[in-house]
């Protein structure tokens, strides 16, 4: 089956790799993981968020926030803790597990891109395209400025 349809085969593709990324981590020891993690984690990344903080980070209600933190917290990704500048508000960090889960991660990332790189003939020459669409869009930048938000 072939399709001239770029949006349905980028977002097939981006389905498939996030799903064989997920298995992949769950067989590292993490199968809570979801896609909405992946945002957080971003932004846990250079230290604790507040949570309304995040809650802006990520376009969704401080409720919502909340309760994704909740699940990682449950699952061990993350612990909250009081703001030091403001007791009445809390703090997301991540925890040696969430570290884990981060470098699974990118573990998984990697070796699925290899692998399916490695099914193509000239995979410098695609991966220059995508880069050029990339730019194009602007789609990278936005994601690694942390601008791109779940949906």
Do not use: W
Not at 39 to 47: E, I, M, P
């Amino acid at each position: 089956m072939a399709s001239s349809d770029l949006t349905l085969l980028l977002t097939a593709l981006a389905a498939a790799c996030d799903a064989e990324v997920r298995r992949r981590m769950a067989e590292a020891g993490h199968p809570e993981t979801r896609s909405v993690h992946g945002y957080v984690f971003q932004h846990l990344l250079a230290g604790p968020v507040r949570v309304t903080d995040l809650a802006g980070l990520l376009g969704m209600t401080p409720q919502g926030a909340s309760k994704v933190a909740a699940e990682m917290e449950r699952a061990g990704y993350v612990a909250r803790r009081v703001d030091s500048d403001d007791q009445r508000a809390r703090v997301i960090e991540l925890t040696a597990r969430g570290s884990a889960a981060i470098e699974a991660g990118r573990a998984a990332r990697a070796d699925v891109s290899a692998e399916l790189l490695a099914v193509l003939d000239e995979p410098d020459a695609f991966l220059a395209s995508l880069n050029r669409l990339s730019d194009t869009t602007g789609a990278l930048r936005e994601l690694l400025a942390r601008r791109l938000r779940p949906q």
